[in-house]
């Protein structure tokens, strides 16, 4: 199971004032279960683990197959929860390296506007089998509607008549220009339910789908946060989700603006960017907010590290602890001692690794850096599940401490208008020409 250590904090904050944020925990726990809180119509993520719908999962799962069987090549075509979650999960459990190992390679599209990427992408595909999984609530964002436009375009040129059998939408169940789409393409269709927003959808058939592909076992990253979900509703401070929100927003009200998640584990990365936007979707609002930032350890201790040292003390940092590696790697004596390594002849990179994370641990507590550690006892699809259960609820209690709806996204559509009207979008006329009188 997850665990929460804080002893790196407390130079900074005292254990009383941690432990006095149990009662708005408990209120904040409470309106959650509840649904009462601001924004509760959108906590289905709270249930899922045990109320998800199995006659779907069943046909994830043979989707999956029938994907793998048929393709070399899926196309997620999705932004934002749309894609990082599924991403994330999938580097994690397998590698960064995912497609150059994959028996069917895995892509990400719709995540940017970029005319380069999508060439680049139906290069890369050439004329191997490929499908493409479309994931959008509306059908309408921008972003991945232009990347399906035209890749659905391309399936077109490929297999005629029988491109709609290779294309598989996860959207809304009854409404929306995509789920119109599908109804009338004969599209296969997968639910992204009403009460989970995107950002918190890793585990329906948003992130399950691309998973399943990957050769993940679904199952048990389902039991994993079905495991979380039973042992974080413990509404006290022994409570992993508790000690994690209390510590950072006991932090924030001495000043710690800036968290910045690390790990000493590449595959982590892309978690990472799932937990950005998780937090800073969740929390930023109202002139409200921890800002979440990222790093890559120990990469970023020879860019980030100075920074993180001896720049603004402002900042507060986690560091995610995977466990063993999968692989064991010796260092040996070499004989001249060239490089000057040989004192570490004989052990192993997970030891080298290990005193890295303890000797920076303690240098930036020194510099003025508070530090929490988040522990998972190995990576795994079990584990895995725990910890995104284990976020997704420590965001929600966060989010409620700070007093904001931690489930909806204002600020996200002032983008979206403006550029509407620049692009020329009907009804936007007004706001086009005041926009490009400022430009």
Known sequence: MITVKLNGIFPFVSQQEVDA????????????????????????????????????????????????????????????GSYLGARAVIELLHSPNY?????????????????????????????????????????????????????????????????????????DKQRGALKQLADSEGYETFVIPDDIGGRFSVLTAVGLLPIAVSGAN???????????????????????????????????????????????????????????????ESEGKDGKGIFPAGLELTADLHSMGQYMQDGMRNVMETTVALGQSRAEVTLQIEQGDGDGLNFLAGMTLDEINEKAFQGTYLAHIDGGVPNMIIEVPKRGEENLGALIYFYELACGLSGLLLGVN??????????????????????????????????
């Not at 479309?134 to 375009?153: D, M, N, Q």
């Not at 495991?227 to 509404?235: E, M, N, P, S, T």
């Open 218 to 280: 679904i199952k048990a990253l389902m039991q994993g946060a079905q495991q979380a979900a039973a042992v974080l509703d413990i509404r006290d401070m022994s409570n992993p989700a508790w000690q994690y929100a209390a510590g950072r927003n006991a932090l924030l009200r001495k000043g710690k603006t800036i968290e910045v998640l690390g790990c000493y584990q590449p595959h982590f990365r892309m978690m990472v960017e799932w937990w950005k936007q998780l937090f800073g």
């Open 99 to 171: 497609n150059l190992m994959a028996d069917t390679q895995i892509f990400f599209a719709g995540c940017n506007l970029s005319a380069d990427a999508l060439d680049e992408l139906t290069q890369i595909i050439g004329e191997r089998d490929w499908c493409i999984n479309v994931i959008s609530k509306s059908g309408t964002t921008t972003e991945p509607a232009v990347a399906f436009r035209y890749l659905r375009a391309k399936l077109r040129e490929k297999y005629g008549d029988n491109a709609n059998k290779r294309i598989y939408a996860t959207t």
């Open 21 to 80: 944020l149990a009662p708005e925990l408990a209120a904040a726990h409470d309106a959650l279960a509840d649904k009462t809180c601001a924004g509760g119509e959108y906590t289905g993520w709270l249930t899922l683990p045990y109320d998800y719908d199995r006659e779907e999962f069943a046909c994830i799962e043979q989707a999956a197959a029938d994907i793998r069987k048929h393709s070399k090549v899926l196309v997620v075509v999705g932004i934002g």
């Open 406 to 439: 931690p489930f909806d996204q204002p600020g996200v559509e002032d983008y979206k208008k403006n550029m509407f009207a620049l692009l020329g979008k009907p009804g936007f006329e007004a706001r086009r020409a005041a926009l490009e009188s400022r430009l």
